[in-house]
């Protein structure tokens, strides 16, 4: 089974936050990601759908019961 590999961008937009807040979770090792080399030097990271949505899954506060 493949997963699809999300841009940064994508990835914000699938978490719902700003792509300032995804590199910083990303540098601090909070959300898996991985490094493709893109030309000579430059690197790009892309972000496994299944990992972001096991992130969501882990990191989710129930919601309280409606009274």
Known sequence: ???KLFS???AADFLGVA???LY???SEGKIPFVRL???R???AIRF???ALEEHIRKNS???SPAR
């Open 48 to 50: 496994a759908q299944d």
């Open 1 to 3: 089974m493949q997963t």
């Open 24 to 26: 910083e979770k990303a």
């Open 41 to 43: 030097r430059k690197t």
């Open 8 to 10: 940064v961008k994508e």
């Open 61 to 63: 506060i129930p919601a």
């Open 19 to 21: 792509p300032s807040t």
């Open 37 to 39: 080399w893109e030309g």
